[in-house]
């Protein structure tokens, strides 16, 4: 089983949409967890730390349940500009390695 | 903010060849720098971790002697893909972090094999 499991989509929503994603990891000894945005051929990029008390940045809401390993990220009133693919990542308490789902894809249309 | 350079962006090269990529942390000392790979539709997985003036730790799977890693200073580290072949072709990220910091990564070097 992978450490970190993501639908891989892709998800087409037109602009304005709401979309959620969703994340699952094996290693319940896992620390810290994040969204990243990873757009065609290029490097990841931090979208956004995710918190047990869940947090929110601009249209962004990231959710954790630790007791059921779950993660969730949400995305309000969708911009073309969203289209990528995002990566849940996972970095566990032994080291600062990260480890990466294989990424949720997005395509929003006019 | 915190800048990591690679280089070079994208490599063709010829079965055979040896390849080396850079890694630089371009405004930040990196005590510790990740090197992962990523092929199409598949996940970032994590080939090694290195320390500065330390031997890097690599996972299971990946073959020291095929993928070299240097990390002589705290700015730069690279990454030798020793005669790389057809299924070496990959994107190839590296990331740094700086104590108590996040990782901050690399543009991400595309390697072709012919």
């Known amino acids: 089983r992978k450490e970190v499991e993501q639908d891989p989509g892709p998800f087409n929503v037109p602009e304005g949409a709401t979309v959620a994603f969703n994340c699952t990891y094996s290693?319940?000894?896992?620390?810290?967890f994040f969204w990243y945005r990873q757009d065609c051929r290029k490097e990841p990029k931090l979208l956004m730390s995710?918190?047990?008390s869940g947090n929110e940045d601009g249209r962004f809401t990231a959710q954790l349940n630790r007791a059921s390993q779950y993660i969730s990220l949400l995305i309000r009133d969708s911009k073309l500009s969203d289209s990528a693919t995002y990566l849940c990542?996972?970095?566990?308490?032994?080291?600062?390695?990260?480890?990466f789902g294989k990424g949720t894809s997005l395509l929003v249309t006019p | 903010g915190a800048v990591v350079s690679q280089h070079p962006s994208w490599v063709i090269c010829k079965s055979g060849t040896s390849v080396k990529i850079e890694c630089r942390s371009l405004d930040f000392q990196a005590t510790t720098m990740f090197w992962y790979r990523q092929f199409p539709k598949q996940s970032l997985m994590l080939m090694a971790t290195s320390n500065e003036g330390s031997k890097a730790t690599y996972e299971q799977g990946v073959e020291k002697d095929k993928f070299l890693i240097n990390h002589a200073s705290l700015t730069l580290s690279t990454l030798t893909v020793t005669s790389a072949h057809p299924e070496d072709s990959s994107f190839y990220i590296c990331?740094?972090?700086?104590?108590?910091?996040?990782?901050?990564f690399g543009d991400g070097t595309r390697l072709s094999i012919l």
């Open positions: 290693n319940s000894a896992s620390q810290s």
């Open positions: 995710v918190y047990s």
């Open positions: 990331s740094a972090r700086a104590e108590d910091q996040p990782q901050h």
């Open positions: 990542v996972v970095r566990s308490n032994s080291g600062y390695a990260l480890n």
